[in-house]
């Protein structure tokens, strides 16, 4: 978008122990934090959660974290060469040794997202020419960090928002001179509320892959001749990984308080591996 703005800042931290003894891992960590004012383009063909509709005339209303900011990511890596036993002679050796053992894990936060009130067929909710994004207000008793819902994968409807914590800005004695009331006593439908943008975080990601590898060396063929068999098991767990709400489950009411047509706060789509795939390989090297 024309005239934003965009930082990045971050610790980064990578662990190598190399191979010793038949065995070696690797850890890298991202703490991590980017902010802009807009993360897409005017087609808002970036990002699924970007807006295109923001307000141009002040950006600073809509600073806040990037639509692709990860918090915190974390990515470990292992490798095991398991030792031939040294007893039972060349059968034995033959059955049990040459075994690789593999596992990679990784570890994210989510990725923010935005709650907005939904323009109704009557416009604008601020009675503006040019639509635009309007976040609703964070109610007494509530704050953006417990708007999260941390028990949604109990929740038979998955709904991941409290729409509870969410409505107009109330009327007080600072604003009441300019304190439209059309659309409910004590509340300013025409003052925008106080929700940043990208304050809601979404679920994060963990997702673990296995290996295992059984090298069959045939000296008599050469030296390097090797059928391996392999077996890999990507999302070894079999572990849902949510996705955020979508833009349509993020508007508690529309401007004119009607309630949504979808659940608000609902996950209706899930990230990665949709389930645990296990993959059988024969591989040949000479």
């Not at 800042?9 to 003894?21: C, E, F, G, P, T």
């Not at 918090?71 to 030792?83: F, R």
């Not at 040794?97 to 596992?103: A, I």
């Not at 006593?185 to 059984?214: E, Q």
Request: glycine share 8%; with cysteine; aromatic share 10%.
């Amino acid at each position: 978008m024309w005239e934003s703005s965009s930082f990045y800042n971050a610790l980064q931290i990578n662990v190598v122990k190399r191979m010793s003894r038949g065995f070696q891992v690797q850890g890298a960590f991202t703490w991590s934090k980017s902010i802009d004012d807009s993360s897409g383009s005017a087609a808002s063909d970036n990002y699924a959660s970007d807006y295109t509709t923001q307000p141009w005339w002040d950006l600073h209303l809509v600073r806040g974290l990037s639509d692709f900011n990860v918090g915190k990511n974390l990515v470990i890596n292992g490798l095991w060469d398991a030792p031939t036993p040294k007893f039972g002679g060349p059968v034995v050796g033959r059955l049990l040794g040459g075994w690789e053992l593999g596992l990679i894990t990784d570890l994210s936060s989510g990725v923010p997202v935005m709650a907005t009130i939904a323009a109704a067929s009557t416009g604008d909710i601020l009675g503006q020419n040019i639509a635009e994004v309007q976040p609703p207000e964070v109610l007494a008793g509530c704050s953006p960090q417990n708007l999260v819902n941390h028990n949604y994968r109990s929740d038979p409807n998955l709904i991941y928002v409290n729409s509870k914590c969410l409505g107009l800005v109330p009327m007080t004695a600072a604003n009441a001179a300019v304190c439209d009331q059309r659309l409910g006593a004590g509340t300013c439908s025409n003052i925008r509320g106080n929700l940043g943008r990208n304050t809601i975080i979404g679920p994060g990601l963990f997702n673990m892959d296995a290996s295992v590898f059984k090298n069959n060396y045939i000296p008599r063929t050469s030296e390097a001749f090797n059928i391996q068999f392999r077996a890999e098991f990507f999302d070894v767990l079999n572990r849902a990984n949510f996705a955020p709400p979508q833009n349509a489950n993020l508007s508690p009411f529309s401007s004119n308080l009607a309630p949504p047509t979808t659940p608000f706060g609902q996950i209706t789509q899930i990230q990665g591996n949709q389930n645990r795939v296990i993959q059988l390989a024969l591989k040949v090297v000479w």
